[in-house]
């Protein structure tokens, strides 16, 4: 095994997670999700920018969870592979060998999520 998640299956079981967090805890929650939409919005950046910035710092955060959201919401947002692996780059650049690893996570989760 490779230690690479299968990310359509690990974001929808954290996903799931989450929304089980909604029920007991749904200030938090809501919040959160506040917080995501605020942070991804068009704006000075688009969504499409913003969701690039969010993707290189689950990289360098080694994040596979991060990872597999972000990758997921650019596909939606027709990044390419070429942008993705620009963001990936500079992820590297920033994060040294260990993004380097996270880097090929995400590009795992971007084929997965183009198929």
Known sequence: MSGIPEFKDLTKSVATKMGALRQTQPELMAAFSQLGAAGTKDNALSKKTREMVALGISVAGRCDDCIG????????LGTTRAELEDV???AVYMGGGPSMMYATHALKA?????A
């Open 110 to 114: 971007f084929e997965e999520f183009s």
């Open 88 to 90: 990936l780059g500079t």
């Open 69 to 76: 959201f972000h990758v997921q919401a650019l596909v939606k």
